[in-house]
Structure formats: C-alpha cells, structure tokens
DNA sequence: GCAAAATAGTCAAGATACTTTATCTTTTGC
DNA sequence: GCAAAAGATAAAGTATCTTGACTATTTTGC
C-alpha cells in the first residue's frame, strides 16, 4: 500500500485542528448579539470599533497614549476612536493635574449609563448562551479564557522570526 | 443606607460580565500568531481575511456564492478576497459543468500545500496554548466553543426588534 | 415552448476602521 | 535650556467590507 495521492489534502484534519475558527465565529456572534442590544437601548450610533475604548477605559480616566497602548493600536488611531465617542456624549477630555501635556479621558454621565446598560446587556447574552450549553459550561469557558489571554500574553508571537 | 451616588458606576462587574473581550483577544492572538507561522514559511502574502475562504472551501471546491453564504458576507466581498487569493496562486476558478452562471473555486496545488502547512501550525499553535494551560483545558475550550458555536446560529440575534 | 423571475457572478463606487508618516504645540525632567 | 514625551492635526494609504447596477444563465409558470 503506497501512500496516497501527493495532490490529496485532509482539510477536516485542518478544519478539526484549527480552533482559531470557532474562537473568532463565537467572539462575532457576541459583538453582533451586543451591538444589536445596544441598538435597542438607544445607543444607536455605537460602533464595533468603540468597544476598544470602553473596554480599557479605566472608571477613573485614563490618558490616550496608555488607551492606545492597551488596545494595541497606535495613538492617533485611538484619537480618532476618542473624538467619536467624545461626540456621541460618552466621554470627555479634562486636563491631567499631574501632567499639564496630557489629557484624562473619562466617562461622561451618559457613558456611565452605556456602561451600566452594556453589563446588563452581557448579562443577557450569557443568559442566552447559559441556554445553550449550561452554566457550568459557560463558566467554564470564561475561566479558561480568562487565563489563557493572561498567560498568552507573555508568549512571543512570530518564534524568532525576525529578519533574515 | 442609601443606594451609591447614582453617578457611580462598577466596571469591574461590567468587565467580569463581559465575554466578549477575552473571546475577541484570545481570537485574535490566534491570528497573530497563525498569521506570523505561515509567513515563516513563505505564505508571506496571506491576510486575516483570507481565512474567511480558507476554513469554509470544501476540498473538491465550492462555489462562490455558498462561500459566501458560510462566511457570512455578501458574494462581492468574496469575490474580492476569491480574486486575491487567486493571484496568490492558492485557489483557481473553474466553470461549474452542471451550471453555466456558476464556477467552482477550488484549491490548486499550491493551495493544498497551504493547508497542509495551516493544519501543522493549528497544531503548534494547539501545543503553545496547552503548555500554557493543559491538554484537558484546551479540549474543553474547544467542546464548549464548538457546542456553542452551532447552537447559537439557531439563536435570534435582536429579539424582535425590526422596524418600529 | 417561451416570457418572466430567480440565481451566479462581476464591475464599480463608497464606507469603515484602521495604519503610517509627518508636523506642530505644550510641558516635563533633568 | 533642551531633549523627550503627550497629544493634536492632517494627509495619504491599506484592508475589508457594503450597496447598487449590470450581464449571463437557469428555472418557473403557464
């Protein structure tokens, strides 16, 4: 018995190895759920990239440069995001006492309220997802979430790739 | 005791509540990573988005508008990606012979090679991730994401909200 | 058997969410 | 004083979509 043909591939194989499918389908089916939550609360003009925002936007405020550094994009990038949501009212901009060069970008009153709405809203879609699998699953899947993002944070990305 | 000051909020709860975060970050180290593999070994055109045709062309080819359907966009953005992925020499376009609107995309050669390399690195991958937390752990994640992958696709995304 | 409707795919333009590069101002830390 | 850092502003580029309009076929309804 040869082995088979060259040309054949096995992309179940792939398809079966490859969790990095089922990981983005699972993490858009949330952003879709959430964003359609959103909507219906009012926050109608909530866009997916604004997430990267309030998801680093520590209650107290937090400086632009250490936004754009904790969302991994760059500065300006991140400037844009802040002017957007600075002009949907939830945020503003007030100067760091500490630092006459920086700015604190913090909540304004309506973003505290899309925040309290957005955890109901998380709430929910666990719900709907503790429907689907259990709670003991779904917690599950945080836990071991939650400890692979910390721990594959210290992992090198490209294994010394480098240039050649 | 009164409630807080009704201008407080808790992040921390809307942050342990919302899974959507680390779902989006562990699926994008995926990528990274994925993305940072192939290029080592010479794949060093390919895209994030490329993957949207990659994990849904069956291996005897599939037409362009059922790709389209799988990965959840309109058939001219997989046209576009189709055309890109072409010129990379990975996937050609040939007539569907029981229909003469439809051609079938499929992988050439060098794009069962791609395969071939993407299902090795799915598993370097695989072996970074349980070194960091298990075997065990690692199969669990991929049980509950697959579980909850294909029931939530059943699932209503905006309960009823259509148009008021 | 044939006109109308549906389907497969393409072409073109525009939107979104970034990125890079570059310049500028203000302020800080020595 | 002066380099470096925080941030704003602007221009151009890239990646990844969307929508609308169109052609070429096939299917359908009578």
Redesign the pocket.
Known sequence: MKKKESGSIDIETFRATNIGQPLMEVAKDFQRRALAKFYERGHDEL??????VLAYLHASGT??????EL??????????????IERLGYVE?VP?P????????RFTVSGKKLIRDGTKIASEIQEQYTALIGVKRFEQLREILDELRSKAKMLPIGDEVGEK
């Open positions: 866009q997916p990239s604004h997430q990267a400086r632009l440069t250490e936004l754009a969302a991994g994009m760059s500065k300006q990038a991140m400037g844009q995001l802040v002017d957007e901009r760091d500490s630092d006459g060069r920086a700015k604190i970008v």
